[in-house]
Nanobody, 119 residues
Framework: VQLQASGGGLVQAGDSLTLSCATS????????MGWFRQAPGKERESVGG????????AYADSVKGRFTISRDNAKGTVYLQMNSLKPEDTAVYYC?????????????WGRGTQVTVSS
């Protein structure tokens, strides 16, 4: 099983960035997908998640209205569209997969991608 997040980089405040998380080794459509982030010196926090068919999404209050999660089940990929980025969005971003969305724990995690937002 592999989850590979990509698309991070250095941007300026107000810019947009789209992260991708490509998966392999799982039946992607059976998994709830989540995005998380961890800033230096801080605990990992949930950014949001998307149901197996994309019909339901949820976001942290800190990103609501600015970030959008989507998925392409045919490609086994989940996306995180980030608009109006702020310096406080600087973090390593991770994707994770939870089988059938059950329970609190995620089954698989990907390696993160760094997002740095300069002021």
């Amino acid at each position: 099983v592999q989850l590979q997040a990509s698309g991070g980089g250095l941007v300026q405040a107000g810019d947009s960035l789209t992260l991708s998380c490509a998966t392999s080794g799982i039946t992607f459509s059976q998994y709830f997908m989540g995005w998380f982030r961890q800033a230096p010196g801080k605990e990992r926090e949930s950014v949001g998640g998307i149901s197996w068919n994309g019909g339901s999404t949820a976001y942290a209050d800190s990103v609501k209205g600015r970030f959008t999660i989507s998925r392409d089940n045919a490609k086994g990929t989940v996306y995180l569209q980030m608009n109006s980025l702020k310096p406080e969005d600087t973090a390593v971003y991770y994707c994770a997969a939870k089988y059938r969305g059950k329970g609190d724990a995620y089954d698989f995690w990907g390696r993160g991608t760094q997002v740095t937002v300069s002021s």
